[in-house]
Every structure is written in C-alpha cells, then in structure tokens.
C-alpha cells in the first residue's frame, strides 16, 4: 500500500511540474492568435502539447517512474508499461490544472449575469416599465 501512495504522490508532482512548465512556455509565447485564426490556434496547441508529450517522456524515461511495475502484475510489457505511465503522466495534467483551478477558487465562483446593453425605464406617471 505504501508503494501505491509514493506512486500517486510522484504521478502528482510530476503532472504539477509538466502543467506549470506548458503554463510558462504559453505564458512566454507570442500573444494568442485572435478567435478567427483557427490555424494559428491549432499550431500553437499543437506546440504545447508537443512541449507537454516531450517533458513526460523526459520524466518517464530518466526519471524511471512505471506504474504497472509498480503494482506489480504478472507479464505485462515493458513498452507497454513505458507507453501507459506516458500516456498518465500527459492525460493527467489537464485532470491536475482542472482540480488545481477548483481548490484554487474556493468556492465555485458563479458566472457574471450579463447586463442588456441598453435599459430603458418608462415612466409615465401611474406606473414604472423596465425594458430591456
């Protein structure tokens, strides 16, 4: 059992420093495409992900982190093990910055109500009318 505990611990850190370090390479990268270039936007998520995919591959390779090795099944391959710890470690950073951005907030922060843009009021004596 403990064995399991050191592995979400690692899995957890390591998904923390790939999410802060994509974060900081987003944060460094010219400004974001405007909504309308969809090619702009794809190549830069691309790029990201792409930067994501090689740091866990970097943690995974030199860091020797397996999970199946760790839970200790019986004739499991080694690539495989390679190749699914890869796939948790890239998976779970969005999963990481969802949770992070939810304990972060505190309490879940209602959306903003959207005032019309022009109101009219219409008094005329006996009553008051709001349109909106």
Known sequence: MQDTGQLIAILLLAAFAIERIVAAAKFSLEPEPAPDDLRG?????????????AVALAIVDYGGIRIVERLQPRNVSKDLDYWLTWLVLVAGTDRLKDFLQG???????????????????VDDGVSVKNVA
């Open 41 to 53: 936007q794809r190549r830069r998520k691309v790029l990201l992900f792409a930067l994501a995919g």
């Open 103 to 121: 304990v972060g907030g505190g309490a879940a922060k209602e959306p903003k109500k959207e005032m019309p843009p022009i109101r009219i009021v």
